[in-house]
């Protein structure tokens, strides 16, 4: 379990690192290295280029300024999930990323690796997925902003093209009195989820649902809203009767495997468990300034 | 010693960032091991683990998995746990690293973590012990311990024992960070 | 007088250079010029290669050699079948590399030498290995029907070995039952998963014509004899050392594996010293499995759950080669009764070829899924009969006054009828109800069925046959500058705490301090006469072999103390480290004089040299400097052979409360009671259990192997075989009974394996009871998982 042989860049600048990615055939970008090192030992990728973020300090930045948590890519996820600004404005990112691995491979693991991996089972691609969250992408050519709706496409394949690198993740924040809440479950502490589920709920004066957001990993080849518990949601009191109902729309709206993790039917299962779970505590959250 | 990876290369410079480097090529790193400077030549593909355990002589790291789940290779890298065997030996130029070679004193005194290990029966065949070290030395030094016994596993998640069934290193982590706490 | 070290929780020598990075393990030991070896392996189940080309391989810069079976000469045989036995049709065993033929997914094909291993796995993969697919059925049920495809042309379905016992008359017992109860229960494949995977380096000495392996290996005599054997060289010219050893739980018992030989071979080929070491991929896919087995097993009960007879016939799956024979089901086979009385059984197993890796004893060693058919049946006897599942297991306990009990006919491993020794099954299960406070868990559960939570309590008993013989043997010596003792045997040990545990026993004896005592073990240059180091038997076969030399080195030094003191023997007490006159400390000497003096030539090294030479020569030696008859020095090599095995048991259960959401389960409480004669070191004793219910949770909820249809191993790595962590392991409530094996000096019974026996039931029984006022059907196998209950629930529904 060694890696293979690669080409082995390490830029100092941002537009270094955007002048390898044009010029390589086959470039794999090496940030904090957590799933990249694994995929190299079990040669499971045998890229021809390294490109080491390492010493591109430019992304290593976390900004919240303007209703947006703009991080950039190279921002160790421990660093993110323990800064206090960020908890301030948007606490469902620090619930959600306590469920990522252990605390040992968030110290080295980056913020735009995991997002970029795109794991369909893991979190901050689930959360950008919830929050409708805005990625970056550079090349030589120039910036743009890709929705999370359209980032993430496949198992393991985002809409980077082979020449961009994502350079920065941006959470939105949580409106004034927004529920939140993040639970996923893994047979093992630790491990990638079978399941998991992210919700935010807003709520009118009236005490009904205004506006509530779903989203899964674990499920699917992407991470996914569940559109049709949102819906379904919208202008209902909120208690266990609708969230039960909710997460029986979530269960049916997804269509799994069985794989050595988990059968399908308890997958789905699961999902609706944790779909009532987390809205019941993201309805607990609710309310306060309006 | 593990191969030639990180042997002198006497034509090995520091990493440049335009340069391409080529699986054969060295590139010069220098960083602190144990209150130690080190300077060597490393293969771009050569694993930290590989770098200390190899070229090092350090072979108190063990490596139990090279894919992050088992934790026996986990390594200090600026005063913080990450695992060897998910670092490249070159991503760690101008760091400082500690391993388990460098938790005692230089007088021979045993760290508390390592002194309750035994004291508490927290090791067996040993093999998955100096990842333990690592994680347990970094915990009580500087994060809060649980309460529970249960806070206490969930903080020792990330590190696989497969003789202790983790009584013993659960109490061993207890005494250690009583012992911290106590000194203040 | 020194206090008693044998039954102190005494901390381990061991840990000193474990703790502080001074290990030794395989792949620590600083070999110069040492070269690297890989392996490529088979990628399909079952194949014949038609292309087999290392020409790219060979040329690529830095690769020293690659070898494939027609490299290797006389060394392309066919590895031997370690333990034959009548019953064993078709014996298969494996060459070190594949012919035309592989026979499961990781079967070694090609080894590659190179400057180091990258090299050597960039070689590997440029070897070019083309197949020919043959169908493949890897559930052992399936593939001992007719018309399944065959791992081995000529061994019709795919059977093995096929044996049959009967003890006392199982015909009768079922015509006099007043109940019989049926359950088929299967346990499915695991995997040992020592931290430490397989290792081998291996040096040549050309000139001195010394071959040196250093291997992780539980048995390094067994392995020197192989290689002797097989490279055809005197047993002295083969040294094997297995240093710090990972972990080993079973596997690292079989040899040679490919690497044993492969490495080894190299190295002389070479001239070069060479190292393996396997990783996690390989591991999963190379090193040896165990576990599963179907079992059909029936009950003959009176109306009051007295068991009258046992009828079990299982499959056991033993992979795709019988390296290590009948181990594995001879021991299910004999455990089957458990602590029950049962004057009846009828116990047959087939062993059937799967294209898989060679399945050999794993931790428990078929015991737990013996002890699963057993327990399973009788909580369904119970639930059957109405009558308390703890009850019903009082009722057919063997009782002490029955002891040795024998199952005549049943032949245990060491090919002896199960005979067990001493037990308090009783006094073991009531321990267990006072620890539990049953009536308040029964309280709790009724509280939490009225809630609608599942909350369950489950248990199991077991007994474990555990120090097999034929022998051991140590050898003790005392260092006549520092008087410390050293002590050698022929076991090695892989955590389990030998150097501790053995010093006490010497301490005890010679009067010295545990860490006094330097115990080295597992190298034959220094012992080479014992087995190997399994079956739970070393505290049982080379503790008591200490003891013995330990009691013989303690006669020779007060005889040698008696001689300098003037002094009668039997007035020869030993205690801190000198020998004296009883009642006089002051009129005494150091060991460390004795040790000298009992040598003849004497120089003066040291000041204890010099204060034993004030002796001599001593009044009583007139003659020759040795006398014949002696031997110089304190030195003693003793052996102990055990009559039979001796019988450990207990008692383990758990309260669990399931998810509704996940269908995980809390271990809300975990107690266990066990018996495993008198403890040399409970703190050891308790290690080596806690260990063992962890391992044995992987086996209930969390570890399955899983071969898809194609023979291809769908969960080989640490992220997707789910071995716990902290978070996945109960604390375990722990109470030791100690009742001394009447078989040997010590009254020593074997623990090892204990903690991982029952789990699995303790899981199954638990979690049973948590849902049956579901109705939820039986659980009928482990490991159990969050899917399977959810099935076991939605079953429930069903029914409903």
């Given at each position: 379990m060694k890696p293979p042989c690669y080409e082995y860049v390490a830029p100092d600048t941002l537009a270094g690192a955007l002048r390898v990615r044009a010029e390589s055939e086959d470039s794999v970008v090496l940030a904090g290295g957590q799933s990249l090192v694994p995929t190299l030992n079990f040669r499971l990728a045998n890229p021809d280029t390294v490109i080491d973020l390492r010493r591109v300090a430019e992304l290593a930045t976390i900004d919240t300024r303007d209703g947006m948590i703009r991080v950039g890519a190279m921002t160790r996820q421990r660093t993110l999930e323990r800064n206090d600004a960020v908890l301030a404005r948007n606490p469902l990112i620090r619930e959600t990323m306590e469920y990522i691995a252990h605390p040992v491979i968030r110290n080295r693991g980056t913020v735009g690796g995991s997002v970029a991996h795109a794991d369909p089972a893991s979190e901050l691609p689930c959360l950008l997925t919830l929050l409708d969250g805005e990625l970056t992408a550079r090349s030589s050519a120039g910036a743009r902003t890709i929705p999370a709706a359209e980032f993430f496409e496949f198992v393991f394949t985002t809409a980077l093209e082979p020449e961009e690198l994502l350079v920065e993740v941006a959470f939105p924040v949580l409106e004034p009195g927004e529920g939140w809440a993040f639970r996923e479950f893994a047979r093992r502490h630790g491990d990638f989820a079978v399941a998991g589920a992210g919700a935010t709920l807003l709520l009118d004066d009236a005490g009904r649902i205004a506006r509530a957001r779903l989203a899964a990993c674990g499920v699917a080849t992407t991470p996914v809203r569940l559109r049709a518990a949102e819906e379904a949601l919208r202008g209902v009191e909120p208690g266990s009767e609708a969230f039960r109902a909710a997460g029986e729309l979530a269960r049916d709206a997804v269509t799994t495997v069985d794989d050595t993790a988990a059968s399908a039917d308890y997958r789905r299962h699961l999902l609706s468990g944790l779909v009532n779970d987390v809205l019941t505590r993201a309805a607990a959250r609710a309310g306060g300034p309006r | 010693m593990n191969g030639n990876h990180g042997t002198n290369h006497l034509d090995a410079e520091p990493v440049d960032g335009d340069t391409r480097y080529g699986p054969d090529d060295r590139i010069a790193i220098s960083l602190t091991v144990n209150g130690e400077k080190v300077e060597a030549a490393v293969s771009p593909r050569l694993l930290l683990s590989d770098f200390l355990r190899g070229d090092l002589g350090l072979t108190g790291t063990h490596v139990g998995c090279e894919h992050g789940v088992c934790g026996a290779c986990t390594v200090h890298l600026d005063g913080v746990p990450a695992r060897s065997c998910l670092t490249m030996a070159v991503q760690v130029d101008g760091m400082e690293v500690r391993t388990v070679e460098g938790l005692a004193g230089s007088d021979g005194t045993l760290h508390p973590v390592q002194r309750a290990f035994r004291e508490c029966h927290g090791l067996q065949c040993g093999f998955c012990t100096p990842g333990f070290l690592m994680a347990v030395t970094h915990l009580v030094e500087n994060e809060e311990l649980a309460e529970t016994d249960d806070g206490v596993r969930a903080q020792l998640a990330g590190n696989l024992c497969r003789c202790t069934g983790y009584m013993g290193i659960v109490a061993a982590t207890r005494r250690a960070a009583a012992e911290i706490a106590s000194k203040g | 007088m020194s206090t008693r070290q044998f039954g102190a929780r005494v901390q381990r020598n061991e840990d000193a250079r474990l703790i502080t990075g001074r290990g030794r393990f395989v792949d620590d030991l600083p070999l110069d010029g040492v070269l690297h070896g890989a392996f490529a392996r088979s990628a399909v189940a079952r194949g014949r290669i038609t292309h087999l080309d290392t020409t790219a391989a060979r040329a690529l810069p830095g690769v020293h050699r690659v070898y494939t079976h027609a490299d290797l000469g006389e060394l392309d045989v066919t590895m031997p079948l370690l333990i034959p036995h009548p019953c064993i049709g078709h014996p298969r065993t494996q060459y070190p590399l594949a012919h035309e033929d592989v026979y499961h997914v990781g079967q070694a094909i090609a080894f590659v030498v190179a400057d180091d291993r990258y090299i050597a796995e960039d070689a590997a993969r440029l070897i070019e290995i083309d197949y020919d697919?043959?169908?493949?059925?890897?559930?052992?049920?399936?593939?001992?029907?007719?018309?399944?495809?065959?791992?081995?042309?000529?061994?019709?379905?795919?059977?093995?070995?096929?044996?049959?016992?009967?003890?006392?008359?199982?015909?009768?017992?079922?015509?006099?039952?007043?109940?019989?109860?049926?359950?088929?229960?299967?346990?499915?494949?695991?995997?040992?998963?020592?931290?430490?995977?397989?290792?081998?380096?291996?040096?040549?000495?050309?000139?001195?014509?010394?071959?040196?392996v250093w291997d992780g290996t539980q048995a390094p005599i067994g392995l020197r004899g192989a290689l002797s054997s097989l490279f055809d060289l005197d047993e002295d010219k083969v040294r094997?050392?297995?240093?710090?050893?990972?972990?080993?739980?079973?596997?690292?018992?079989?040899?040679?594996?490919?690497?044993?030989?492969?490495?080894?071979?190299?190295?002389?080929?070479?001239?070069?010293?060479?190292?393996?070491?396997?990783?996690r991929s390989e591991n999963f896919v190379h090193m040896t499995h165990e576990r599963t087995q179907i079992h059909d097993i029936e009950l003959a009960a009176t109306s009051d759950g007295v068991v009258l007879g046992l009828r079990d016939t299982f499959l056991h799956d033993t992979g795709s080669f019988i390296p290590y024979g009948i181990a594995v089901a001879q021991v299910a086979s004999t455990q089957i009764a458990g602590p029950y009385r049962i004057p009846a059984i009828h116990v047959t197993f087939d062993c059937v070829y799967t294209p898989t890796v060679p399945v050999t004893p794993y931790r428990g060693c078929g015991r737990p899924q013996a002890n699963f058919a057993i327990e399973?049946?009788?909580?369904?006897?119970?639930?059957?009969?109405?009558?308390?599942?703890?009850?019903?297991?009082?009722?057919?306990?063997?009782?002490?006054?029955?002891?040795?009990?024998?199952?005549?006919?049943?032949?245990?491993?060491?090919?002896?009828?199960?005979?067990?020794?001493?037990?308090?099954?009783?006094?073991?299960?009531?321990?267990?109800?006072?620890?539990?406070?049953?009536?308040?868990?029964?309280?709790?559960?009724?509280?939490?069925?009225?809630?609608?939570?599942?909350?369950?309590?489950?248990?199991s008993f077991y007994v474990e046959g555990t120090g097999l013989g034929p022998y051991e043997g140590a050898k003790i010596r005392l260092h006549p500058i520092t008087g410390k003792a050293y002590v050698n045997t022929g076991l090695t040990a892989q955590g389990q705490g030998h150097e501790t545990a053995w010093a006490q026993i010497v301490a005890d004896q010679i009067g010295v301090r545990p860490e006094d005592v330097i115990v080295v073990e597992g190298d034959t240059g220094v012992f080479d006469?014992?087995?190997?180091?399994?079956?739970?038997?070393?505290?049982?076969?080379?503790?008591?072999?200490?003891?013995?030399?330990?009691?013989?080195?303690?006669?020779?030094?007060?005889?040698?103390?008696?001689?300098?003191?003037?002094?009668?023997?039997?007035?020869?007490?030993?205690?801190?480290?000198?020998a004296f006159v009883r009642g006089t400390t002051s009129r005494g000497v150091t060991l460390a004089e004795v040790a000298t003096m009992s040598n003849p030539l004497r120089y003066a090294f040291n000041k204890a040299a010099q204060t034993a030479t004030q002796f001599a020569p001593t009044a009583r030696s007139t003659g020759k400097p040795l006398p014949d008859g002696e031997r110089p020095g304190i030195e003693v090599s003793e052996y102990y052979s055990p009559p039979h095995a001796t019988w450990a048991y207990g008692v383990h259960a758990a309260l669990v409360e399931v998810d509704p959401v996940t269908c995980d389960i809390d271990v809300k409480r975990y107690v266990c009671v066990h018996d495993c004669g008198n403890m040399i070191n409970p703190m050891i004793v308790e290690g080596q259990v806690a260990g063992g219910v962890a391992q044995g949770m992987g086996g209930a909820f969390y570890e399955k192997l899983e071969y898809d249809e194609n023979g291809v191993l769908r969960n080989a790595s640490f992220m997707d075989f789910l071995v716990p962590y902290?978070?996945?392991?109960?604390?375990?409530?722990?109470?030791?009974?100690?009742?001394?094996?009447?078989?040997?000096?010590?009254?020593?019974?074997?623990?090892?394996?204990?903690?991982?026996?029952?789990?699995?039931?303790?899981?199954?029984?638990?979690?049973?009871?948590?849902?049956?006022?579901?109705?939820?059907?039986?659980?009928?196998?482990?490991?159990?998982?969050?899917?399977?209950?959810?099935?076991?629930?939605?079953?429930?529904?069903?029914?409903?």
């Open positions: - | - | 697919i043959l169908p493949v059925e890897v559930d052992p049920a399936k593939a001992a029907l007719d018309g399944a495809p065959l791992v081995h042309e000529d061994v019709p379905n795919n059977i093995a070995a096929h044996l049959v016992q009967v003890s006392g008359d199982p015909d009768a017992a079922f015509a006099a039952a007043d109940h019989v109860t049926r359950i088929q229960v299967r346990v499915d494949r695991s995997t040992a998963a020592p931290m430490e995977c397989l290792s081998t380096a291996a040096r040549w000495d050309a000139v001195s014509g010394e071959l040196t094997v050392v297995a240093p710090d050893v990972g972990g080993g739980f079973g596997p690292k018992i079989v040899f040679p594996y490919s690497n044993e030989i492969l490495v080894p071979f190299a190295a002389k080929d070479l001239r070069r010293p060479v190292k393996w070491v396997e990783d399973r049946a009788m909580d369904q006897l119970a639930a059957e009969l109405g009558i308390d599942r703890f009850e019903i297991r009082r009722r057919n306990f063997i009782t002490p006054d029955e002891f040795p009990y024998t199952r005549p006919d049943l032949v245990f491993a060491d090919g002896l009828p199960v005979t067990l020794d001493s037990g308090r099954y009783d006094d073991a299960l009531a321990a267990l109800e006072k620890a539990l406070d049953l009536d308040a868990i029964r309280a709790e559960q009724e509280q939490a069925r009225a809630e609608g939570r599942m909350l369950g309590l489950g248990l006469w014992g087995v190997a180091t399994f079956a739970s038997r070393a505290a049982v076969v080379s503790g008591n072999a200490v003891h013995i030399a330990a009691v013989s080195a303690r006669a020779r030094i007060a005889q040698a103390a008696a001689n300098m003191l003037e002094a009668d023997p039997d007035d020869i007490e030993l205690a801190d480290g000198r902290a978070t996945e392991v109960p604390h375990i409530e722990m109470i030791h009974l100690e009742t001394p094996s009447p078989l040997n000096p010590l009254g020593i019974k074997g623990v090892g394996e204990a903690g991982t026996i029952p789990v699995g039931q303790v899981i199954a029984s638990a979690v049973e009871d948590a849902l049956s006022p579901l109705g939820t059907p039986p659980v009928r196998q482990v490991p159990l998982s969050p899917s399977a209950i959810h099935d076991l629930l939605r079953q429930a529904r069903v029914n409903v």
